[in-house]
């Protein structure tokens, strides 16, 4: 008894599905998850590897399928028949990918706008990260100040400053209101940081994979990234930018603490005042 090719096909396709959800959910590849912004980027990976998991088995297993199947058979020197077109097929491999491109378009830039990506980099205005999260939202990103990663607590106005110089190599981190100076940077645990960052040299980028914020500092141009730690430990600080000879030593770290730990070392690193 011979399968119907139509029965077949479907039975591919659906292992081909099961495969992407698989290869989206049970992989694994991403690094630990340490903020609150993460899930929005993992929600787009997952999206993109699922995709990228069909397409890679499918026309990997066409192609196999094709050199057995199709193969020239020993001795055969006739050529091969005239095939002219096939509407059927030129329509679904044109509308099938064109309906992928489309919907990773859309929810790529739903995600690029969530993080503030759409909001406008020269406003700089006077509001904190989340106020101004909050009002991009509701009126739009024209005159705000963009705040990439800009997610904050439900329910939680109160935001950290910290301003981020970066310069050939190094970053060094500077907390306005306690006037500290500090060669890593030390947060707790849910609450929202805002980092105000700026380059005096070439341009720098500012990534925390754990965070899956990624950012560059232009010379010239303050930028604001914001995120908000949930997990408590020790996380690598990379430049992702081509900065100079010493690039791959660009490198610091961020210190996540608990709201007590972190309070014990800002009162520890905080100068003394003369009276």
Request: a negative charge; charged letters at 15%; proline letters at 6%.
């Amino acid at each position: 008894m011979r399968i119907p090719a139509s029965i077949i096909t479907l039975v591919a396709g659906m292992a081909l599905v099961l495969a992407g959800f698989w290869a989206a959910n049970y992989s694994n590849l991403l690094p630990e998850s340490a903020s609150i912004n993460a899930p929005v980027y993992d929600e787009l990976f997952k999206v993109l590897l699922a995709i990228g998991t069909v397409l890679l088995l499918g026309m990997t297993g066409l192609v196999v399928f094709s050199l057995v199947r199709f193969r020239r058979k020993e001795g055969d020197t006739l050529d091969g028949p005239a095939i002219e077109g096939n509407l059927s097929l030129e329509l679904f491999w044109t509308v099938i990918p064109a309906v992928v491109v489309l919907f990773i378009g859309i929810y790529s830039y739903d995600i690029y706008d969530r993080m503030g990506g759409m909001a406008d980099l020269n406003g700089h205005g006077a509001m904190h990260a989340s106020e101004q999260l909050a009002s991009v939202r509701t009126s739009g990103p024209q005159d705000q100040e963009r705040i990439w990663g800009g997610i904050a607590p439900t329910g939680d106005s109160n935001v950290l400053p910290v301003e981020v110089t970066a310069l050939q190599f190094a970053f060094i981190f500077h907390y306005p209101m306690q006037n500290i100076t500090s060669g890593e940077l030390h947060v707790p645990t849910g609450q929202m940081v805002e980092l105000r960052m700026k380059a005096n040299d070439v341009i720098h980028a500012f990534w925390v994979p754990q965070f899956r914020i990624k950012q560059d500092i232009i010379p010239g141009q303050t930028t604001v990234l914001s995120f908000t730690a949930k997990k408590s430990g020790d996380y690598p600080i990379v430049c992702a930018e081509l900065c100079g000879p010493y690039h791959g030593g660009m490198r610091s770290h961020v210190v996540v603490q608990e709201p007590d730990g972190f309070d014990a070392w800002i009162e520890k690193n905080t100068p003394a005042t003369l009276s």
